[in-house]
């Protein structure tokens, strides 16, 4: 089970990759194209913080820039296979 820590402004972030979640709310294009009332999804994402930027960045390519990360926790241990 991951233990989530929500981020509060102010508070030390960890340092390293983890795993983020961040919500996002439908769009007016969407709401425009689509109708239907307005809803947030949430999305979990490997990230890091920066401290040059103090921003959140996924770990892809193109390192780009995460907007409303609610909480972090470190990522699993990776799979072994038993012998």
């Not at 989530?4 to 194209?33: H, Q």
Request: hydrophobic letters at 30%; proline letters at 8%; charged letters at 25%.
């Amino acid at each position: 089970m991951t233990n989530w820590t929500p981020i509060n402004k102010g508070d030390r972030k960890p340092p390293g990759y983890v795993l983020v979640t961040c919500s996002y709310t439908t769009s007016k294009f969407e709401l425009a194209m689509f109708g239907g009332p307005v809803e947030t999804f949430y999305r979990i994402r490997i990230a890091r913080w920066n401290k040059e930027t103090q921003r959140w960045h996924d770990d892809g390519p193109r390192g780009e820039k995460l907007k409303n990360v609610t909480a972090w926790a470190l990522l699993p241990e990776p799979y072994e296979a038993e012998q």
